[in-house]
């Protein structure tokens, strides 16, 4: 079995709680079903920032470069508020996205059954929704410039970011997301404020034509972000697959996660372009959520989106379809059996530990692959 190179950055808060119970899962795998995956780690984040004085030091950036998939905790906390901008936890996550040219980011939101009631919204609104967000990750206001505050000599200040894409952008990430429908049910909706913004204007006119040329058999249709947020809290199963760029995309995916019941459950896998030779794309995979410090090391963070992160990572980066479907059943399985940790829990459920979910997904795995 050739190896798989898997390069870990728990992170801080509640990452390093959440990785632990992947790399059990990745343990026992790899003594049970002969897998090979080669595990190494680093640290980003305040972690890193403890340790080195940066975000994520050259040494962690080069083995993630080299590595066949990054597996990511979550950064963040009170404890680096103060921290210089450039060196605040983000800026690892930043970084990575940026140097690794991770442009596609898809964040499912599926509502596992055992959890329709957990949702804020009306069980029959979100029952059996499976939607996918296909947000760009390289580009527009996070990364355009001039991203800077100026100082206007008279006592005043000036904030500036600049929201900018070009054609090429917009065209690899709407063809990812015209990919990812005909896998599903063939539909994309298209979100921008064309009303408002330039960038929104170039958004709409790329993928129309876009589609026109190389997708037709896709269905596709465009609505105004705004109008997209207010639809995803009314009625999410209309939609199939919504491209969308990186700042509507954080924002929406947020909503989305929620319908599901708890950003808890949520996976994501943000991927490069194919290699032109060897076919593989640079891969990261991270859970929506984020570090949770008020929760941290108390052993109750719900490691569902990160071990379901992982699920992706054999998905995309491994092509290892059956173990991959195995281990979102394994979820559901256990979701079913009524076990919950504290951010799902729900009346007549048994609410469990971090290590315990942890636990009996591996025990479910077992079962499953036997
Ligand atoms: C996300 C997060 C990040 C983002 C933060 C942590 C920089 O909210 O992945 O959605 O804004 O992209
Ligand atoms: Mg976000």
């Known amino acids: 079995m050739a190896n798989r190179k898997i390069f870990l950055l728990p992170g801080d808060g509640i990452g390093p709680a959440i990785m632990a119970e992947v790399e059990k899962l990745i343990n026992w795998m790899n003594e049970n079903l002969s897998t090979g995956f080669e595990t190494d780690s680093g640290l980003v984040g305040g972690s890193a920032y403890d340790a080195h004085g940066v975000a994520i030091s050259d040494e962690d950036m080069e ?132 009303n408002v913004m330039k960038p929104g204007v170039l958004w709409n006119q790329v993928v129309t034509k876009y589609h026109k040329e190389n997708y037709p058999d896709v269905e596709l249709d465009h609505m105004l972000a705004d109008a997209g947020g207010m639809q995803l809290v009314r009625w999410p199963k209309q939609f199939d697959v919504i491209v969308t760029d990186n700042l509507f995309g954080d924002m929406l995916s947020d909503v989305a996660a929620m319908l599901t019941g708890s950003l808890g459950m949520l996976p994501s896998a943000s991927l490069g372009a194919p290699d032109p030779i060897t076919k593989k794309r640079k891969a990261l995979y991270e859970p929506v959520h984020g570090s949770a410090p008020d929760i941290a090391g108390q052993g109750i963070a719900n490691p569902i989106a990160m071990i379901a992160s992982f699920a992706m990572c054999m998905r995309y980066s491994f092509e290892m379809t059956e173990e991959a479907d195995n281990l979102e059943k394994a979820i559901a399985n256990v979701l079913d059996t009524g076990k919950r940790t504290g951010d799902i829990m729900s009346e007549g459920c048994t609410q469990i530990t971090t290590e315990e979910m942890g636990a009996a997904i591996i025990a479910e795995m077992a079962a499953l692959s036997a």
């Open 63 to 194: 083995k993630a470069v080299a590595s066949d998939a990054v597996l990511f905790g979550a950064v963040g906390g009170p404890k680096w508020d103060d921290v210089a901008y450039e060196a605040r936890p983000e800026a690892g996550l930043l970084r990575l996205r940026k140097d690794m040219e991770l442009f596609a980011n898809l964040r499912p939101a599926i509502c596992y059954p055992a959890l329709a009631n957990s949702s804020s919204l009306r069980k029959e609104v979100v029952d059996g929704l499976d939607i996918l967000i296909v947000r760009e990750l390289t580009g527009g206001v996070y990364f355009g410039e001039p991203k800077e505050i100026i100082d206007l000599g008279n006592g005043q200040q000036r904030a500036i970011d600049t929201q900018v894409y070009d054609t090429y952008e917009i065209e690899r990430i709407s063809g990812v997301a015209f990919e990812m429908a005909r896998t599903r049910s063939n539909r994309v909706t298209s979100m921008e404020k064309r």
